[in-house]
């Protein structure tokens, strides 16, 4: 069994910064490329945000130079550093990651965590 847990969401103003962290947890021999998406009220879930296991990134143009994706391998863990947001960026983000674990390889996702940018 595997499970991805995430934190860090909240309330924050415009302008201000946020990181949200994914671990994951459970019987997992390799995790391959680990994403942060984003669904808005009413809007479909799209991709913030991937980072492959050799630390190769890409993100979606509305967060280009404002947010930055990493990962310790060591823990199992994702990182979402998000700056200057902007009321745009609120949603609840997901964590999603690809990981093999004993006689399965499949996708995982996290339970998500709100992100609210308001005054």
């Known amino acids: 069994q595997v499970q991805l847990v995430e934190s860090g969401g909240g309330l924050v103003q415009p302008g201000g910064s946020l990181r949200l962290s994914c671990a994951a947890s459970?019987?997992?021999?390799?995790?391959?490329?680990m994403r942060w998406y984003r669904q808005a009220p009413g809007k479909q879930r799209d991709l913030v945000a991937a980072?492959?296991?050799?630390?190769?990134?890409n993100y979606g143009e509305s967060v280009k130079g404002r947010f930055t994706i990493s990962r310790d391998n060591a823990k199992n863990t994702v990182y979402l550093q998000m700056n200057s947001l902007k009321p745009e960026d609120t949603a609840v983000y997901y964590c999603?990651?690809?990981?093999?674990?004993?006689?399965?390889?499949?996708?995982?996702w996290g339970q998500g965590t709100q992100v609210t940018v308001s005054s």
């Open positions: 999603n990651a690809d990981i093999r674990g004993v006689g399965v390889r499949m996708d995982y």
């Open positions: 459970g019987s997992i021999l390799s995790i391959y490329t």
């Open positions: 980072i492959t296991s050799g630390g190769s990134t």
